[in-house]
């Protein structure tokens, strides 16, 4: 069975792949887990840093001071610091966020984790949505970690998708539902 991925997809992957086999190693995972996700947020939040990370005229010097003093106030691994390092020298660091997508999904699947997406028609709270997870992560076996979004064109009801599973209780869906019966008719 083949896939059709593209270049940066399947790079990334297999940068993602190392790191976590290093990190594994050195016992390491959860601090590179929380170290990646606080550059993600850095990079989330400051285009500057972006910008900077993405542009392939910079010289590899350049981006090597940035991420050494990024890393020191970060506070980095070694293994973290080396593999940053790595990405400039091999002129991959514009794949990081994917690796950092990658990586992040790897760590989750390793707890046994599943990403499901769930869209309610009005505001859930948080207490909501995690007797919600718990019910479903119970009569799955796995813990559930919702992508949660509000989108009230739905009139009422929630949709899940979990993998190619989707659950459409909404009364959007209902309405679509009974049009398609009466032009049936």
Known sequence: MSTNKSFSTETSERYSRALFEVAKE???????????????????????????????????DSQNNVIKLLAEKLNFSKNLKNFMFLLIEKRRIFFVEKIID??????????GEIKASLISSKELSKTEIESIGRDLSSSMGSTLKFDYK????????????????????????KLKKYEQKMLES
């Open 150 to 173: 509000v989108d009230e064109e739905l009139i009422g009801g929630l949709k899940l998708q979990l993998g190619s599973i989707m659950i459409d209780t909404s009364i959007k869906n």
């Open 26 to 60: 050195s016992n390491e995972l959860e601090n590179i887990e929380k170290d990646l996700i606080n550059f993600q947020l850095l990079l989330n939040t400051s285009l500057e840093i972006k910008n900077f990370i993405h542009n392939p005229t910079i010289s590899k």
């Open 102 to 111: 990658s990586f992040l999904k790897l760590c989750s699947q390793k707890r």
